[in-house]
Structures are given as C-alpha cells and as structure tokens.
C-alpha cells in the first residue's frame, strides 16, 4: 500500500482530498476551515520543521508526499522536500500556473513588503489581496492613504483601515460592486493563479487599476510537479 501524506490548505489540495481513502492523511497548518466530511485522515497543525516531518513520514509509514499548498507557502514546501529525502519516500507537487498579464492589464511586480510600499506610494486607496501580512503594518499606513485589507482574519478597522473578513471564491460581479463602492486606485495581490480569486484582476482591468503583484518565491525541485489537479489524480491513481 502507498499511503500518502497530502499537505495542503488550498481548493486545490481540498480536491485531492476528497479523493483519499482512510489509509491516508491530509495535513493543514491549521488557519482555515478544518473539512469533516473526508474519508482519509485529517491532521492539524505543524510537525515541527522538516525533521518532525520526517519523523511523522517514519512513524506514520508514509510512502508518497504530496505538497499541494499555496505557492507562497514557501516554508512548508521546503520542508516536504527536505523530509522526504531524509525518509527516502518521493515528493510530489501541485504547483498551479500563475496568471499572467492581459492586454490592458497595468502590472508593477515586487519582491518584498519594501518594494511593495515604495510602489504604492503614488496611490491613496489600495485594496490589499495578501492575506494576513498588511496587519503587521496597519501603524506605517501614510497619511494620504486609506487601505482595504481583505484576509480571513477578522481584525479591528480604525480610522485609516478596513479590514474586510471573508473567503473567496470571490464573483466577477462582487468584485465589479466592491471596486465601485471603495474606488480602489491599486490592488495588491499575490500571483496565486487558478480562479478562486481571479476576478479582482479582471475588476481592476475593467476599470483602469494598477496590480501591484507580488513575485512568487522560489521552491524546491520535487520528483514529480503537476500543473492540474486531475493529472495529478490520475498519477496517484496508477501509484497507489
Ligand atoms: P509556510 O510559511 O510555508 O509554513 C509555516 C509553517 O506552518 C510550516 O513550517 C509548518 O509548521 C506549518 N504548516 C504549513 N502548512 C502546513 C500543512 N499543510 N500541514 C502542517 N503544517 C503546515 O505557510 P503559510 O504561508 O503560513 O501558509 C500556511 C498554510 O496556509 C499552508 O498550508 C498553505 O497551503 C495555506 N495557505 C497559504 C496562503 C499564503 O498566501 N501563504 C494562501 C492560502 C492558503 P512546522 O514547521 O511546525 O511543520
């Protein structure tokens, strides 16, 4: 039997998932929603680095390890990578296309959260698609903006700040309302990919807004990497 180790935490990885049977273990970090409705295992929490990963791929007999998490979950991809070579079991990955500009579309790519703020400079009410990050910042908020910041966090606002709570997926036309309602000069977003949260990019090009991305960060070669979900079943399909 190959019994997998799924990390996940994104749609993506909730897919797989739902394809396990109960030999196998679904693995989050513990930030979202917890699924209690999968027929394999769900376990939740961190393993305490790669070397707590490796132990749990030993004690648990772990034979295949999927890293199915967000492309900005740099750490954990790191460690899937790391644990697995130390347990001899292969890794796979799910790593999703990113987007990629359209005509019309007015990109300013950064690397970090100082590039990031120098880019924003120029503009007053940005629209952060981050997740939790900006919430470290809400003290340095310049004086002649005012930011939105969508996260699934709740948060208190304050004067200079409006934290929207929510989880997407998010609609073309709740996009098309919010953006009119705020008049949102610049979004800030990660290059996630997939179509969950793609729409904030289409408002923004309907409408003339600038996209300040964020760059994605490097992650490790793996043994085998899927671009699609089903690929990667189909893989598993004749693996397991
Ligand atoms: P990260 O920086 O790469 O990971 C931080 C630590 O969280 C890891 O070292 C690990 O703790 C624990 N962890 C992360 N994912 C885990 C998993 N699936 N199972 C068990 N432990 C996990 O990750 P992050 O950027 O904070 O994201 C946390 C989770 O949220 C990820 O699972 C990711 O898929 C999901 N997510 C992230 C984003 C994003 O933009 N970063 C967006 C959507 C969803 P130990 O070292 O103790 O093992």
Redesign the pocket.
Known sequence: MTRVLL????GD?LRIARQLGREHVY??????KVPDDLACTV????????E??ARYIEAQRIALVID????????????AVTASRAARVPCWALRREGWQPQAGDDWRRVGDWAELTAALAAFERPLFT??REPLAHLDDIPAHQFWTVRCLDPHEGNARVRILATRGPFTLEGERALFAAQAFDVVVS?N?GGSATEAKLEAARERGVPVVMLRRPPLPAVDREFERVADLLEALRIAV
């Not at 990390?7 to 994104?10: F, I, P, Q, Y």
């Not at 998490?69 to 460690?79: K, R």
């Open positions: 990390l996940g935490g994104t990885a693995s989050l970090a513990g930030l979202g376990r939740v929490g961190g393993f305490g680095g790669s707590g990963m199915a998490t967000h492309p900005y979950a740099a750490q954990i991809s790191a460690n981050l997740g990660k996630s």
